[in-house]
């Protein structure tokens, strides 16, 4: 029988449950796939703990992200056939041995891509992808902050800013995890639990400051994070790991420079077809090409989500975890 991680009230990791499940068979324009391996994301305690609602309530199964093989194609997918590799970021539902799937969502891993990367890195990847290429685009010469360095994400921004040119400073809870990003494309990396990182930022750039803020901190890192910043300068909030940013008033945005702000998802980023293939391809094209290294860290069995729950919510783990079906 295959299995699947359910949550039926909301709550902390004991909240998983390894159970039964049938995935059912595709329909029109859906895909079976089987999974090989399955990325953890700091998004997945969102949804199990309630502080993000389900879309359709309860019971579910968490993950968002996924590798595998295509079993069976539904009728009106005529571009995917059984065996294909295949990976996808999509609505909840990844935590599980198989899972129908709006085929639409998935994309054919290239040959050089491993499943365990794609499964790694698709979330954290294609949000790199829009945070450098989108949000902010980039460039040679900008100076960028990326807050939680050593997180799955932070390893891929900080490679990726370095392959556009630009001088990437991070932010790291731990010396273990400050020289961990330190080699991952980073020139600074500011220890923030023993240093002032706004001090430090403006140490490290003279006083110009940056031109764009990635936080995915949140409650923690607001609002020492807008201080980082140059006048008309981004502040780019894509997460809340410590709790999220309380409510403030806009003028503190004029006080600082006349600086932007944005909360940007990934899903509206890839919600059409040719943008998710945009995305992915960009993303797989610089892997591929070893600009940037997806480090796999931790591996738990699927059975063990609790305990990866655990460990990812208390900062046991750095670059990217994956459940192994």
């Known amino acids: 029988m295959s299995k699947a991680i359910k949550v039926h009230a909301h ?9 039964d499940n049938e995935p059912g068979r595709p329909g029109r324009g859906e895909a079976l796939v089987r999974h090989t391996a399955i990325g953890l994301n700091f998004l997945d305690t969102y949804f199990r703990s309630g502080l993000y609602p389900a ?3 309860l019971p579910l199964i968490p993950g968002g992200e996924a590798a595998g093989t295509v079993v069976e194609a539904g009728e009106g997918v005529d571009w995917l056939k059984s065996g294909y590799r295949v990976a996808y970021v999509a609505p909840l539902g990844a935590y599980a041995d198989e899972r129908v799937i ?3 969502r998935l994309v054919r891993i290239p040959e050089g891509v491993s499943d365990e990367q794609a499964a790694a890195m698709m979330l954290k990847g294609m949000t790199a992808e829009y945070l450098l290429r989108r949000t902010f685009k980039v460039k040679p010469g900008d100076t960028i902050l990326c807050h939680a360095a050593a997180g799955g994400v932070g390893l891929i921004v900080g490679q990726w800013a370095k392959h556009l040119g630009a001088t990437a400073i991070g932010t790291a809870g731990s010396p273990d995890k400050v020289e961990l990003a330190a080699t991952h494309g980073y020139d600074h990396v500011i220890d923030y639990r023993a ?38 300068g981004m502040f780019v909030c894509f997460g809340q790991s410590s709790g999220p940013i309380p409510p403030f008033n806009l003028s503190i945005l004029a006080q600082k420079g006349s600086l932007y702000a944005t909360r940007p998802t990934l899903f509206t980023y890839v919600a059409k077809r040719e943008d998710l293939e945009a995305a992915a391809a960009a993303l797989f094209e610089v892997v591929a090409a070893g600009k940037v290294n997806v480090s796999i860290n931790q591996r738990y069995a699927l059975k063990d989500a609790a305990r990866a729950h655990a460990d990812l919510e208390n900062r046991r783990t750095t670059g990217a975890t994956i459940l192994i079906p």
Do not use: H
């Open 11 to 19: 709550g902390g990791p004991e909240a998983l449950s390894y159970e």
């Open 102 to 104: 709006a085929a639409d």
């Open 195 to 232: 240093q002032d990182f706004v001090a430090e930022v403006k140490r490290i750039t003279g006083g110009r400051l940056c031109d764009v803020v990635y936080d995915s901190v949140g409650k923690d890192t607001f609002p020492g994070s807008l201080d980082c910043l140059r006048p008309l």
């Open 55 to 57: 879309p359709n309530g």
